[in-house]
């Protein structure tokens, strides 16, 4: 096995695209993306070869900070993991001396020393969708109260502040424009997505990427102003009904925490089953160190 770069490693990453277990995640628009986000990283690409041949390819984003390596297939809650036949074991040792490492195993089939997280993936199979009657029902609903879903055209100033809204309301990991911006511009050819519009304001958004045929929806929210009009039902079932169009075979609703019950039982209404998915996390003697060192600072912030 060995690391390439992207130049060297692309090409070769490129036979391993057409996957069945490929998903947006996986494609090198987003890993261009993720880079251009966490910045000082590079995109790397542990191969694997089996007589002379690659066999597997595990695609990264590495970073440096004061000579410390840091290796992310995860980055931003994002299934990639390897692609191909990746050799079950040995393969942690071309970490060693790394810091701090998140590798994706979404098919289960990497075998490490490290501590490992099972994380339920919530998917739909979109050859068995059957959305809730209460779920159908409320979309009926928030279309016959006014509510307009319009198909996302791209990046707006309009979808931006509308993004910025959701996201004061509810918290959590937010792109800045120009982030947002190139989300859109690296995912051109994997996105689809919807907007929800109340008397002509946007209050409800779903943006979703596509590949093969796996489908993900990534960004979503809505005004907790209009949560009585329960847009995302109509805005989820519509990009449901967009993917089975585009030829998916699967809707990823995405990971819910394993505490959070009621997500899970709102996904399930739409007919998702969730899947364990195993990330494996390697964290040096010297990143507990520093965290724990870091700890009391970030508590007195």
Same mark, same amino acid.
């Given at each position: 096995?060995?690391?390439?770069?992207?130049?060297?490693?692309?090409?070769?990453?490129?036979?391993?695209?057409?996957?069945?277990?490929?998903?947006?995640?996986?494609?090198?628009?987003?890993?261009?993306?993720?880079?251009?986000?966490?910045?000082?990283?590079?995109?790397?690409?542990?191969?694997?070869?089996?007589?002379?041949?690659?066999?597997?390819?595990?695609?990264?984003?590495?970073?440096?900070?004061?000579?410390?390596?840091?290796?992310?297939?995860?980055?931003?809650?994002?299934?990639?993991?390897?692609?191909?036949?990746?050799?079950?074991?040995?393969?942690? !040792?071309?970490?060693?001396?790394?810091?701090?490492?998140?590798?994706?195993?979404?098919?289960?089939?990497?075998?490490?020393?490290? *501590?490992?997280?099972?994380?339920?993936?919530?998917?739909?199979?979109?050859?068995?969708?059957?959305?809730?009657?209460?779920?159908?029902?409320?979309?009926? +609903?928030? *279309?016959?109260?006014?509510?307009?879903?319009?198909?996302?055209?791209?990046?707006?100033?309009?979808?931006?502040?509308?993004?910025?809204?959701?996201?004061? +309301?509810?918290?959590?990991?937010?792109?800045?424009?120009?982030?947002?911006?190139?989300?859109?511009? *690296?995912?051109?050819?994997?996105?689809?997505?919807?907007?929800?519009?109340? *008397?002509?304001?946007?209050?409800?958004?779903?943006?979703?990427?596509?590949?093969?045929?796996?489908?993900?929806?990534?960004?979503?929210?809505?005004?907790?102003?209009?949560?009585?009009?329960?847009?995302?039902?109509?805005?989820?079932?519509?990009?449901?009904?967009?993917?089975?169009? !585009?030829?998916?075979?699967?809707?990823?609703?995405?990971?819910?925490?394993?505490?959070?019950?009621?997500?899970?039982?709102?996904?399930?209404?739409?007919?998702?089953?969730?899947?364990?998915?195993?990330?494996?996390?390697?964290?040096?003697?010297?990143?507990?160190?520093?965290?724990?060192?870091?700890?009391?600072?970030?508590?007195?912030?």
């Amino acid at each position: 096995m060995e690391f390439l770069g992207y130049r060297e490693g692309s090409s070769i990453y490129l036979r391993f695209l057409d996957s069945p277990s490929a998903t947006p995640f996986h494609t090198l628009s987003w890993l261009r993306f993720v880079k251009g986000v966490l910045g000082n990283s590079r995109i790397a690409f542990l191969v694997w070869h089996d007589e002379g041949y690659p066999s597997g390819v595990l695609p990264l984003v590495e970073r440096r900070f004061w000579g410390a390596r840091f290796a992310f297939s995860v980055p931003f809650d994002a299934p990639g993991g390897p692609l191909g036949s990746p050799p079950p074991e040995g393969w942690h !040792r071309a970490f060693d001396g790394y810091w701090h490492v998140r590798v994706c195993d979404p098919e289960r089939t990497l075998i490490t020393p490290w *501590e490992t997280l099972l994380v339920p993936v919530h998917v739909i199979d979109l050859a068995r969708f059957n959305p809730s009657r209460s779920q159908v029902r409320a979309a009926r +609903q928030a *279309e016959r109260r006014g509510l307009v879903v319009e198909e996302l055209s791209g990046f707006s100033e309009e979808l931006h502040e509308l993004y910025m809204r959701v996201k004061a +309301q509810r918290g959590g990991l937010t792109f800045g424009r120009r982030a947002l911006q190139n989300l859109f511009s *690296e995912m051109a050819g994997h996105t689809f997505g919807f907007v929800g519009r109340h *008397e002509g304001k946007p209050v409800a958004f779903i943006l979703n990427f596509a590949h093969n045929q796996k489908a993900v929806s990534y960004l979503h929210g809505f005004d907790r102003a209009f949560a009585a009009l329960r847009p995302m039902s109509a805005l989820i079932i519509r990009s449901v009904e967009s993917a089975i169009e !585009r030829g998916c075979s699967e809707f990823s609703l995405g990971s819910t925490a394993p505490g959070d019950p009621g997500l899970a039982a709102f996904k399930e209404s739409f007919g998702a089953s969730a899947r364990p998915m195993r990330i494996h996390i390697k964290q040096g003697a010297l990143f507990r160190f520093a965290e724990r060192a870091r700890r009391p600072f970030r508590k007195s912030l």
